[in-house]
C-alpha cells in the first residue's frame, strides 16, 4: 500500500516519512486512531497508514514523500508476501480442542483477501466474522509471542527491517505480553514492531511505556464531524483550566454540558482525555519527541505539562477510567461528569 492509496492524512504522512528520512525509526510504534469507541471511526485508517509506512521504510526508490509501489520490495510488501514482515492478529476457531495452539500464521490467506478487500480498514468484527468465530472471540496466545521471537532470530532475508505488524495487541493475553515485553525492552538490531490498536487503553501500562504512539486523526471523511473533535478538545482544555482555579460550580456546570451530549460521545470523549493526559504527561517526563502532538492541541500539552507528572497521571487515567466503565453500564451521565469533574480538580494542584 502507498500513501497515495489513503486519502487525505497529509499531515500524519509527511511526519512518518519525514521521521525515515531523519533516520530516526523508533523500533516499536503503536498506530491508533485519535476517536475509537462504538460510536468512533472503527474502519479508520491505522492499519493502512502503518502498511504504507512499512513499505516507504523498505522502499529502495522513494520519491515524493511516497513509495515507488512498483520494486520487488513494494510489491511484497502490498500483497503481504514479504519474507521480512510477519503479522500477528487475534485469530480462534469453532470448536478449537483445549491446548492446541493456532496461531496467524494459519490464517494468512483470509488476513491478505481481508486486507485486499478493504483496503485495511478493517475491524476487528469484521475479521472474526470472516474467520467464521460467531460468538468466539480472538486471542493472541503466547505461542504466538513465541514464534514471533523465534522468527525474529533469523537473519533478515532481504537484508532491510525485520519488521512484525501486531494487530490488536489488546487482544494479547498476559503471558503473550510479558513474553514480547523483553523483546520490546531491549529491541534487536534493525527490528521494527509496529501495533495497530483500537483500544490502546486496554493495552497493559508496561507495553505502553516502551512504545512510540502514532495517533491519527479523525478522518474528514469517515470520521465523526472535525467540529465535534474540536468541541472535545475544548471541554478538556475547560476541565483543566477549571480544576486548577478551583472553579466548583463552573465545574459542575461543565459536567451538566457533557452530561447532554449522546453516550457514545461520552465515551469517546474520556478516551481523547485519556490520550491527552497520557500525552501531557510523556511532555512532562521528557518525551515530546516521541510524542504526535500538533496544533493546538500540541500547544496546550506543552503548557500544561508541568502539571502532570508520576504524583497524578494515574490517578487521573483511572478517574476516566472508573467514569467511562459507569457511562457503560448505564450510569447517569450527569453523576459521573460531576463526580468525575471534582475529583480531577482535587488532583490538579498549583504547584
Ligand atoms: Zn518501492
Known amino acids: 500500500?502507498?500513501?497515495?492509496?489513503?486519502?487525505?492524512?497529509?499531515?500524519?504522512?509527511?511526519?512518518?516519512?519525514?521521521?525515515?528520512?531523519?533516520?530516526?525509526?523508533?523500533?516499536?510504534?503503536?498506530?491508533?486512531?485519535?476517536?475509537?469507541?462504538?460510536?468512533?471511526?472503527?474502519?479508520?485508517?491505522?492499519?493502512?497508514?502503518?502498511?504504507?509506512?512499512i513499505q516507504y521504510l523498505n522502499c529502495p526508490d522513494r520519491t515524493d514523500g511516497d513509495s515507488c509501489g512498483t520494486c520487488p520490495s513494494c510489491q511484497k510488501i502490498s500483497t503481504l508476501q514479504h519474507p521480512d514482515l510477519h503479522f500477528v492478529m487475534p485469530v480462534n476457531k469453532q470448536g478449537k480442542k483445549s491446548g492446541e495452539a493456532i496461531t496467524s500464521d494459519a490464517f494468512l490467506p483470509q488476513w491478505r483477501t481481508a486486507i485486499a478487500q478493504t483496503g485495511g480498514r478493517l475491524d476487528e468484527q469484521t475479521w472474526y466474522d470472516i474467520l467464521g468465530l460467531d460468538n468466539l472471540q480472538g486471542l493472541i496466545s503466547k505461542r504466538e509471542a513465541d514464534e514471533v521471537i523465534r522468527k525474529l532470530s533469523f537473519k533478515s532475508f532481504e537484508g532491510g527491517f525485520k519488521c512484525v505488524l501486531i494487530w490488536l495487541p489488546e487482544r494479547m493475553n498476559t503471558e503473550a505480553a510479558n513474553t514480547l515485553l523483553k523483546i520490546l525492552e531491549e529491541p534487536w538490531e534493525r527490528t521494527l514492531f509496529i501495533l495497530v490498536s483500537a483500544s490502546p487503553r486496554l493495552?497493559?501500562?508496561?507495553?505502553?511505556?516502551r512504545v512510540q504512539e502514532v495517533v491519527i486523526p479523525a478522518d474528514p471523511t469517515t470520521g465523526p464531524p472535525t467540529e465535534e473533535t474540536g468541541e472535545e478538545f475544548e471541554l478538556f482544555v475547560e476541565l483543566m483550566r477549571l480544576s486548577y482555579n478551583d472553579k466548583h460550580l463552573e465545574l459542575v456546570k461543565w459536567a451538566e454540558?457533557?452530561?447532554?451530549?449522546?453516550?457514545?460521545?461520552?465515551?469517546?470523549?474520556?478516551?481523547?482525555?485519556?490520550?491527552?493526559?497520557?500525552s501531557s504527561f510523556m511532555i512532562s517526563a521528557g518525551l515530546e519527541n516521541i510524542s504526535y502532538l500538533w496544533g493546538a492541541e500540541a500547544d496546550f500539552c506543552r503548557k500544561f505539562a508541568p502539571y502532570i507528572g508520576a504524583h497524578n497521571v494515574e490517578g487521573l487515567v483511572e478517574e476516566m477510567e472508573t467514569a467511562l466503565g459507569q457511562l457503560r453500564q448505564n450510569g447517569n451521565a450527569t453523576i459521573v461528569f460531576t463526580h468525575l469533574a471534582l475529583a480531577v480538580s482535587k488532583m490538579i494542584m498549583h504547584k
Open 203 to 209: 493495552l497493559l501500562p508496561t507495553i505502553l511505556s
Open 257 to 278: 454540558r457533557v452530561a447532554h451530549l449522546g453516550r457514545e460521545r461520552q465515551k469517546r470523549l474520556l478516551e481523547n482525555f485519556i490520550r491527552l493526559l497520557r
Open 1 to 53: 500500500m502507498r500513501f497515495a492509496d489513503i486519502p487525505g492524512h497529509e499531515q500524519i504522512k509527511s511526519r512518518l516519512t519525514g521521521a525515515i528520512e531523519a533516520g530516526r525509526v523508533s523500533h516499536a510504534q503503536l498506530f491508533t486512531a485519535a476517536t475509537t469507541g462504538a460510536g468512533g471511526d472503527k474502519q479508520n485508517a491505522a492499519l493502512p497508514l502503518a502498511l504504507a509506512y
